[in-house]
């Protein structure tokens, strides 16, 4: 079923309109969007022409523009070449098309150029960059000029709609009357016959378009299969780098937690440390009182007490078991007895010599009423109270 009779069926008969003939065109550079270029004309009179843009959607055709055959002001061809397919068409503004073969763009061409002739005899459209025999009227000669009719103009119009057949057509028209046995007259037997190759070819042609969808709509689940499963891939590798990174993320995870427990413990020795550096710190100072102490005066006692508390300190430091056998505590634990060994010394033999000087030393003597008389040590004992903290350290550090 041919495209001209399908859209004189669905789109022009229901409004009383003919079709007198179609294009398949597509916009210049944008070949994908195709659409028709129709001629039609209304069927009551007065007659009006009109070129309308036809364009399929959802196998159904719908009327997207139109143009009053008086609205066309130039036809352009383009090029005087016949296998050109592109033509302009001057309305309200220029519309470049292409069409679908050569062989439409100049049957419309033509037609065209037709009907502007017929209808029109002044201010005709301008057709240029045409060939020239499109545009030639056929001589009136003597043996076939005639007088106008309503009759004729009506075979005309028909003659108009009437399109050449191929040279395949002709061919399968020649074979088929050729396989007839029966008369020419026999015009019921003969249109029997035609109805029946009809239905066969319209079968076969329904066979073949089906065939052609089968073949395209397998190409396009192809095409589909392949796309699935270059997504199917992509999607593979999504999901390896995914792994990847939850991985690289757990192992993120655990690392972090190693690096709170190690900060945490680093933490806990550090202050450890501190502390036991704190307890087993000997000031300077008081190294100096240690090793040389000078008993001559109260300042100096003084001094010699400060330090032997702290040697007393640190030498009895709350220090845990498992740390003690360290060597670095070792060893300060050896330097604070050498410290404490030799101010014991240092006192002990100030304490001798005090004892020795203060035991010959008499006093002063009380005498009562009786004639009895005591000796007096207050003196001395003021003098040896200010070495009661060391003589207890001197204890403590003897047990």
Same mark, same amino acid.
């Given at each position: 079923?041919?495209?001209?009779?399908?859209?004189?069926?669905?789109?022009?008969?229901?409004?009383?309109?003919?079709?007198?003939?179609?294009?398949?065109?597509?916009?210049?550079?944008?070949?994908?969007?195709?659409?028709?270029?129709?001629?039609?004309?209304?069927?009551?009179?007065?007659?009006?022409?009109?070129?309308?843009?036809?364009?399929?959607?959802?196998?159904?055709?719908?009327?997207?523009?139109?143009?009053?055959?008086?609205?066309?002001?130039?036809?352009?061809?383009?090029?005087?070449?016949?296998?050109?397919?592109?033509?302009?068409?001057?309305?309200?503004?220029?519309?470049?098309?292409?069409?679908?073969?050569?062989?439409?763009?100049?049957?419309?061409? =033509?037609?065209?150029?037709?009907?502007?002739?017929?209808?029109?005899?002044?201010?005709?459209?301008?057709?240029?960059?045409?060939?020239? %025999?499109?545009?030639?009227?056929?001589?009136?000669?003597?043996?076939?000029?005639?007088?106008?009719?309503?009759?004729?103009?009506?075979?005309?119009?028909?003659?108009?709609?009437?399109?050449?057949?191929?040279?395949?057509? =002709? &061919?399968?028209?020649?074979?088929?009357? %050729?396989?007839?046995?029966?008369?020419?007259?026999?015009?019921?037997?003969?249109?029997?016959?035609?109805?029946?190759?009809?239905?066969?070819?319209?079968? &076969?042609? $329904?066979?073949?378009?089906?065939?052609?969808? $089968?073949?395209?709509? *397998?190409? =396009?689940?192809?095409?589909?299969?392949?796309?699935?499963?270059?997504? &199917?891939?992509?999607?593979?590798?999504?999901?390896?780098?995914?792994?990847?990174?939850?991985?690289?993320?757990? @192992? *993120?995870?655990?690392?972090?937690? *190693? !690096?709170?427990?190690? #900060?945490? #413990?680093?933490?806990?020795?550090?202050?450890?440390?501190? #502390?036991?550096?704190?307890?087993?710190?000997?000031?300077?100072?008081? =190294?100096?009182?240690?090793?040389?102490?000078?008993?001559?005066?109260?300042?100096?006692?003084?001094?010699? !007490?400060?330090?032997?508390?702290?040697?007393?300190?640190?030498?009895?430091?709350?220090?845990?078991?498992?740390?003690?056998?360290?060597?670095? !505590?070792?060893?300060?634990?050896?330097?604070?007895?050498?410290?404490?060994?030799?101010?014991?010394?240092?006192?002990?033999?100030?304490?001798?010599?005090?004892?020795?000087?203060?035991? @010959?030393?008499?006093?002063?003597?009380?005498?009562?009423?009786?004639?009895?008389?005591?000796?007096?040590?207050?003196? !001395?004992?003021?003098?040896?109270?200010?070495?009661?903290?060391?003589?207890?350290?001197?204890?403590?550090?003897?047990?």
């Amino acid at each position: 079923m041919s495209i001209t009779y399908t859209l004189q069926q669905e789109l022009f008969l229901p409004n009383k309109e003919k079709l007198h003939i179609s294009c398949s065109v597509s916009k210049f550079l944008k070949k994908k969007k195709c659409s028709y270029l129709c001629i039609v004309s209304t069927t009551n009179p007065p007659i009006q022409l009109s070129i309308v843009q036809v364009k399929q959607t959802d196998k159904t055709f719908k009327r997207k523009r139109i143009w009053q055959l008086e609205e066309l002001r130039a036809v352009d061809g383009k090029n005087e070449e016949e296998h050109v397919v592109e033509f302009d068409l001057q309305l309200d503004k220029v519309y470049r098309w292409v069409a679908s073969n050569a062989r439409e763009r100049k049957l419309f061409i =033509q037609h065209l150029w037709k009907q502007c002739n017929k209808y029109f005899s002044a201010e005709k459209p301008v057709f240029k960059k045409i060939p020239k %025999s499109w545009t030639i009227e056929d001589v009136m000669t003597p043996e076939n000029t005639y007088v106008s009719s309503p009759l004729m103009d009506l075979e005309s119009n028909i003659i108009e709609d009437i399109q050449p057949i191929t040279e395949k057509e =002709q &061919e399968d028209l020649n074979k088929l009357m %050729s396989d007839c046995e029966f008369a020419i007259s026999n015009a019921e037997a003969f249109m029997q016959v035609l109805d029946r190759d009809l239905s066969l070819l319209d079968g &076969e042609n $329904v066979q073949c378009v089906l065939a052609s969808e $089968v073949e395209t709509l *397998m190409e =396009q689940l192809e095409m589909a299969i392949e796309e699935v499963t270059k997504i &199917e891939t992509r999607l593979d590798a999504y999901d390896e780098i995914l792994c990847h990174v939850r991985n690289s993320m757990e @192992n *993120m995870e655990k690392k972090n937690s *190693m !690096i709170g427990i190690a #900060n945490r #413990n680093n933490i806990l020795l550090l202050k450890k440390l501190e #502390n036991i550096v704190n307890q087993l710190d000997l000031p300077k100072r008081h =190294q100096t009182t240690l090793e040389n102490p000078d008993f001559s005066s109260p300042e100096n006692i003084k001094l010699a !007490i400060e330090a032997s508390k702290a040697l007393k300190d640190a030498l009895n430091a709350d220090i845990e078991p498992a740390l003690l056998d360290k060597a670095a !505590i070792q060893e300060q634990k050896k330097y604070f007895l050498k410290y404490k060994d030799r101010f014991s010394y240092s006192l002990n033999r100030q304490l001798n010599n005090l004892f020795i000087h203060y035991g @010959n030393h008499k006093g002063e003597t009380i005498r009562n009423g009786d004639g009895f008389s005591l000796p007096h040590h207050n003196a !001395i004992h003021k003098e040896l109270q200010g070495y009661t903290e060391l003589m207890h350290w001197t204890k403590v550090s003897i047990i």
